[in-house]
T-cell receptor, first 113, second 113 residues
Framework: GENVEQHPSTLSVQEGDSAVIKCTYSDSASNYFPWYKQELGKRPQLIIDIRSNVGEKKDQRIAVTLNKTAKHFSLHITETQPEDSAVYFCAAYASGGSYIPTFGRGTSLIVHP | KAGVTQTPRYLIKTRGQQVTLSCSPISGHRSVSWYQQTPGQGLQFLFEYFSETQRNKGNFPGRFSGRQFSNSRSEMNVSTLELGDSALYLC????????????FGEGSRLTVL
């Protein structure tokens, strides 16, 4: 089955810095890669996603890049703000009719004012 | 539009008991999936239902079961509870059968004593 590794598990940055979270996946058939943000005590919410036919996607301060050859995808947050502090989860979906998401273990991002 | 609603939000059980959790998806969403969230393990997929049929199942023992009703509401049941079943159980609904944004509920936090 699919295996998703997410690094780092904890990331501490100063406000205004950039943050990068990386995920690697094992199943080359995976074709959909969402990122979810979970604030403390809240539900996870989708912040950005990318499909395998695209190499990069941006939404304001957030971007995701995908390298299918290396089987990794990354979340980039620029100009971090304290409200970006949360746990971020990546996920990979395999194709072929099995719509089972495999999530990474999460990255706790702490943005210091 | 009302979000995904899960009940109960908190519950405490003892080993050997069973528990039933309920999830009401966003109106019009036919896919409901369930996840177990524990510290350090991230989100682990339990199962997914679409139009009252279990489409996918994760790697959990048979003590974990679920069902979906004709109005798309879903329940999951855990029998013969073990201490290790203590977790936050999240359900999510999706508007499409294929990969797409998951809308999570706030979760049911189960503590097994």
């Amino acid at each position: 089955g699919e295996n998703v590794e997410q690094h780092p598990s904890t990331l501490s940055v100063q406000e205004g810095d950039s943050a990068v979270i990386k995920c690697t996946y094992s199943d080359s058939a995976s074709n959909y890669f969402p990122w979810y943000k979970q604030e403390l005590g809240k539900r996870p919410q989708l912040i950005i996603d990318i499909r395998s036919n695209v190499g990069e996607k941006k939404d304001q301060r957030i971007a995701v890049t995908l390298n299918k050859t290396a089987k990794h995808f990354s979340l980039h947050i620029t100009e971090t703000q304290p409200e970006d502090s949360a746990v971020y989860f990546c996920a990979a979906y395999a194709s072929g009719g099995s719509y089972i998401p495999t999530f990474g273990r999460g990255t706790s991002l702490i943005v210091h004012p | 539009k009302a979000g995904v609603t899960q009940t109960p939000r908190y519950l405490i059980k003892t080993r050997g008991q069973q528990v039933t959790l309920s999830c009401s998806p966003i109106s019009g969403h036919r896919s409901v999936s369930w996840y177990q969230q524990t510290p350090g393990q991230g989100l682990q997929f339990l199962f997914e239902y679409f139009s009252e049929t279990q489409r996918n199942k994760g790697n959990f023992p048979g003590r974990f079961s679920g069902r979906q009703f004709s109005n798309s509401r879903s329940e999951m049941n855990v029998s013969t509870l073990e201490l290790g079943d203590s977790a936050l159980y999240l359900c999510a609904s999706s508007g499409t059968q294929n990969t797409g944004e998951l809308f999570f509920g706030e979760g049911s936090r189960l503590t097994v004593l």
